[in-house]
């Protein structure tokens, strides 16, 4: 049930960065050093908790962007779920535009919990030794499109000698990229991006432009990208969903500071409810939720999408609590072999131990580490 609306509900009011919304999106999403905008906004948390009773902590300062993908965080912070679960405990919030901030932001303690790609969650496990963050939760699937001009391509072999933009060298959809044209029995130089397919990487706020203008073919890149290309006359080739088993697969997760869990395991439990909670009314409510987390983009950046762009978009993301750890797994692997990334050591980057203790208690199924951590 939605939480009751009263007049101490404040909405969110944070400041935006600079750079649009939707460079955010698929800044979130890098394996490789992502161009980042280290300003954080900030926002009270919302009213409407249902206990004064503090835990172990006076706040949470928790992280995510102000993004479609990251809905979760947009709707359950509107609507109050993760208030009513902390109870007295506040709430600090702070929307950032590139996965590298964020992760920094957590490493200094400026971030408790934050919602993020797979991408930049692998990339600070890794380059921490696996002593910084743990996975505990996933949050969203789906919303990657290829979009071409459809004068130019028509069919998936037309791609060959195309021009096609992922959002970053290395990030989550430029692999995907790679390892389709590699599907194909194409060659593709992944650090220039020169070869049967040429891979070009630019900035998501500049790419509805380079199509304009005929400097790309088309584009691997998530909603709502896709969309926005679409009402620049593009048209859907391939939903990436198609080419994953059960049409899942992890676009953004839930992270948290390991010296955080450990000392406040009772806060992480709590949000990870109200998570629990929010995804479930998300999916029960889906048009009230579309529309909260377009009110939140509106009030975080200034511009809400327009219809022609959110409906499609909101279509094709599914908000779940399964982090779908074995996608992320072939995700790093898939970069591996593009040459992009070295073999990772994943192991221990879940902890769903709370998640799971959550999901019980409600009779839901429990959800799998895929052999990467605590289940």
């Known amino acids: 049930m939605p939480a009751p609306r009263s007049s101490r509900r404040r909405r969110l009011v944070a400041a935006a960065a600079a750079l649009p919304i939707l460079f955010g999106a698929l800044s979130a999403c890098g394996y490789g050093s992502d161009k980042s905008d280290d300003s954080a906004s900030t926002a009270p948390a919302a009213a409407g908790s249902t206990s004064a009773k503090k835990l172990s902590a006076d706040e949470v300062k928790i992280g995510y962007f102000p993004n479609l993908t990251h809905a979760t965080a947009l709707v359950g912070l509107k609507e109050g779920f993760f208030q009513q679960e902390l ?202 939720a579309k529309a909260d987390a377009n009110d939140q983009l509106k009030a975080l950046t200034q511009k809400a999408l327009p219809a022609s762009q959110l409906d499609p978009a909101w279509k094709s993301i599914t908000v779940l609590d399964d982090p779908l750890a074995s996608t992320a797994k072939a995700e790093a692997q898939h970069a591996v072999d593009a040459g992009l990334l070295k073999a990772p050591k994943l192991d221990g980057i879940y902890d769903l131990t709370l998640l799971n203790k959550v999901l019980k208690e409600q009779g839901k199924p429990t959800v799998s580490a895929a052999g990467l951590g605590t289940q």
């Open 87 to 288: 109870g007295g405990t506040k709430i600090k919030q702070a929307t950032f535009n590139a996965g590298p901030a964020e992760i920094e932001a957590l490493n200094a303690g400026s971030v408790d919990i934050g919602w993020i790609g797979p991408s930049p969650s692998i990339n600070g496990y890794t380059q921490s030794n696996g002593s910084n963050l743990k996975i505990i939760s996933g949050s969203a699937s789906g919303g990657v499109k290829l979009v071409v001009n459809p004068k130019k391509i028509k069919t998936v072999a037309d791609l060959k000698g195309k021009k096609i933009a992922t959002p970053q060298l290395g990030n989550t959809q430029d692999v995907a990229l790679l390892n389709f044209i590699k599907s194909k029995g194409w060659k593709v130089d992944a650090q220039s991006g020169k070869g049967d397919v040429s891979v070009v990487r630019t900035d998501n706020s500049l790419t509805p432009q380079a199509y304009a203008n005929g400097s790309i073919d088309g584009a691997w890149v998530p909603e709502p990208t896709a969309s926005k290309l679409v009402d620049e006359g593009a048209k859907v080739l391939l939903d990436e969903s198609t080419l994953w088993p059960n049409k899942q697969f992890v676009i953004t997760n839930v992270i948290v500071s390991q010296k955080f869990l450990k000392a406040h395991p009772d806060v992480v439990e709590a949000v990870l409810r109200g998570s629990v909670k929010t995804n479930a009314w998300i999916n029960a409510n889906p048009d009230k």
